[in-house]
C-alpha cells in the first residue's frame, strides 16, 4: 500500500571529519566552506526549504558548532550591521536563522551513514522522511528533494536520486542495477556500495539525497543488532535499502540540474567557479579574469 504521508522533516547528516580538505577541516567543518560567500551547508538547507520542509534535523558530531552558530542568531553581528545602515546584509543574514526549525544530534563515534540516521531515528518517529549528506550540491530550477518528493507522492516508496558516473567513478558511489520504466524514472533491483568497475552493475549512482519511508529505520536497527553482517564496521544506508529491496520496491530518479561533489577539491573548485560566473558582484571582473588568463 503507498503511504503518500506528506514528508515535512529532512535529516542533513554532517558528521564526516573531511578529510580531503585537510589542513583546511583541522578547526572548522568541511560543511563551513564557502562557495564564494555562502557555506555549502546552506545550499543543501536552502534544497530543502524551497522543497517545502520546514524541519531539519542535523546529525552532527565534535568539532561541528560553527554548522549550529550558522544557523542561529547571531545578536551582535545583526545589531552591528542595523547600526551601520546595512540593512540590505542583515535582512540576508537574519534570514538564514529564520529558514527554518533546526535541531541538532551528534553521532559520538564515525560508524557510518546508516548509524547516522538511527541517530536521528526518534525524531521522525515513524515518518518518511529526507535524507541528504552534506556534500552533494545541486544547481537546479526544481530542487532535488522535491524532485523526489513528487516520485514519493505517486508511489508511496523510497525514493534515491540517481547520476550516470564515469566507470572510473563508480568505485566511489553506491551504483544501482536498475529497469528504466519511464523519463527519468528507474525501479531499483539492485544495489551495491563502491564497487570495483567489475563488480557495478551499472553506471548509475546514487548521490547523496534520498527520500526514506520508516521501515528504513526499522532495518538499520536490525542490521546493527547482527554484529556479524557489518562487525566492528561502518553501518550504511546503502546496507538497509538493499534490504528493504527483499520486501518493497524503491525508486530511482535520474534528477535535473547539475550536481558539484562538494566532498572533493575538482567538485568544489567548478562549483566556485560556475558561482562566481552568476555573482551578481564579481561576475563581470572573474568573467574578465578568466578570459585573461594564460593556461
Ligand atoms: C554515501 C553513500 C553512497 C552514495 C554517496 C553519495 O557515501 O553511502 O552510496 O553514493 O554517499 O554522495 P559516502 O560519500 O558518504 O561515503
Keep these: 500500500m503507498p503511504e503518500n504521508i506528506k514528508i515535512k522533516k529532512a535529516i542533513i547528516a554532517v558528521a564526516g571529519f573531511g578529510t580531503r580538505f585537510l589542513p583546511a577541516t583541522k578547526a572548522q567543518p568541511k560543511e563551513m566552506l564557502p562557495i564564494v560567500d555562502k557555506p555549502v551547508v546552506q545550499f543543501i538547507v536552502e534544497e530543502v526549504v524551497r522543497s517545502g520542509i520546514e524541519n531539519i534535523i542535523f546529525v552532527t558530531g565534535r568539532g561541528k558548532h560553527a554548522i549550529e552558530n550558522h ?4 545578536i551582535e553581528l545583526e545589531n552591528a550591521l542595523k547600526k551601520s545602515g546595512k540593512r540590505h546584509i542583515y535582512e540576508e543574514i537574519k534570514k538564514i536563522s529564520d529558514m527554518a526549525n533546526f535541531v541538532y ?22 515518518e518518511p522522511c529526507a535524507v541528504l549528506f552534506g556534500d552533494d550540491l545541486v544547481d537546479s530550477k526544481k530542487p532535488v528533494i522535491k524532485q523526489l518528493m513528487d516520485v514519493y507522492q ?24 536498475a529497469k528504466k520504466i519511464g523519463g527519468r524514472l528507474y525501479k531499483i533491483e539492485g ?22 519511508t520508516p521501515d528504513v529505520f526499522e532495518i538499520l536497527e536490525k542490521l546493527k543488532k547482527m554484529p556479524s553482517k557489518w562487525g566492528g564496521k561502518e553501518l550504511g544506508i546503502t546496507d538497509a535499502l538493499r534490504e528493504l529491496l527483499k520486501t ?3 525508486y530511482g530518479l535520474e ?16 562549483a566556485i567557479v560556475d558561482h562566481a560566473l552568476k555573482h551578481s558582484e564579481v561576475k563581470d571582473e572573474f568573467k574578465n579574469y578568466l578570459k585573461n588568463k594564460k593556461i
Excluded at 156 to 173: M, P, R
Excluded at 191 to 212: C, D, H, M
Excluded at 260 to 266: A, F, L, R, T, V
Aim: positive net charge; aromatic residues 8%.
Design 255 to 270: 534528477f535535473e540540474g547539475t550536481r558539484y561533489d562538494c566532498g572533493s577539491k575538482i567538485g568544489f573548485l567548478k
Design 191 to 212: 544495489i551495491v556500495e563502491k564497487p570495483e568497475i567489475g563488480r557495478a552493475p551499472s553506471n548509475l549512482a546514487v548521490v547523496g539525497k534520498y527520500i526514506i
Design 154 to 177: 505517486k508511489y508511496g516508496a523510497s525514493v534515491v536520486a540517481l547520476e550516470k558516473v564515469s566507470k572510473k567513478d563508480v568505485h566511489k558511489y553506491g551504483i544501482v542495477k
Design 71 to 74: 544557523f542561529d542568531y547571531s
Design 105 to 126: 544530534t551528534r553521532q559520538k563515534e564515525a560508524r557510518g551513514n546508516g548509524d547516522a540516521l538511527l541517530v536521528a531515528s526518534h525524531m521522525v518517529a515513524g
Design 248 to 250: 518493497r520496491p524503491i
